[in-house]
């Protein structure tokens, strides 16, 4: 079944199909861990760092590569186990200062200085835009801030 990926201003709806999204399931957390944090493929790093490209409204072709880098980066884990969000500096005009793909509520957003994000993304905003890192992934339980390299640094919370 497809899920919502994108409402733009038209009010389009860009599906992500996940037909052909058959994971090997990572069961353990140990192991989940350990996936996580592996080295990021460049492939992987280049369609994230393209959401500055589509300007304020990326465009479907861009959302559905990006979806797919990050099934075929990640593929032994189940779409729960995907980061909630990520969130990285933004590089468009001022006043915006950080992008989020928010796999929750399926958008791609493109957040002002002075705009509050949800609160989950909210603390990994300051390690993007000072944290000298590429993107930073949210998960439930932490922060897995990758730097330009592909290399993870894991945040985890007290």
């Known amino acids: 079944m497809a899920?919502?990926?994108?409402?733009?201003?038209?009010?389009?709806?860009?599906?992500?199909?996940?037909t052909s999204f058959t994971p090997m399931t990572v069961t353990s957390p140990m192991?989940?861990?350990?996936?996580?944090?592996?080295?990021?493929?460049?492939?992987?790093?280049?369609?994230?760092?393209?959401?500055?490209?589509?300007?304020h409204v990326p465009n479907s072709s861009l959302i559905q590569s990006l979806i797919d880098a990050i099934i075929e980066e990640l593929p032994e884990i189940t779409i729960e186990q995907l980061p909630i969000g990520i969130v990285a500096k933004c590089y468009?005009?001022?006043?915006?200062?950080?992008?989020?793909?928010?796999?929750?509520?399926?958008?791609i957003k493109h957040y002002k200085s002075h705009e509050s994000m949800p609160p989950i993304l909210e603390k990994a905003r300051?390690?993007?835009?000072?944290?000298?890192?590429?993107?930073?992934?949210?998960?439930?339980?932490?922060?897995?801030?990758?730097?330009?390299?592909?290399?993870?640094?894991?945040?985890?919370?007290?």
């Open 3 to 18: 899920r919502p990926i994108l409402l733009n201003k038209e009010q389009s709806v860009t599906k992500l199909s996940t």
């Open 126 to 158: 300051g390690l993007a835009l000072h944290g000298g890192y590429a993107f930073i992934e949210v998960y439930r339980d932490c922060l897995r801030a990758v730097k330009s390299d592909g290399n993870i640094t894991v945040v985890k919370e007290d």
């Open 31 to 55: 192991e989940l861990d350990r996936k996580l944090r592996q080295k990021r493929s460049t492939k992987y790093m280049q369609a994230i760092t393209k959401l500055d490209s589509g300007g």
């Open 92 to 107: 468009l005009e001022p006043p915006h200062d950080v992008h989020c793909l928010d796999a929750a509520g399926s958008i």
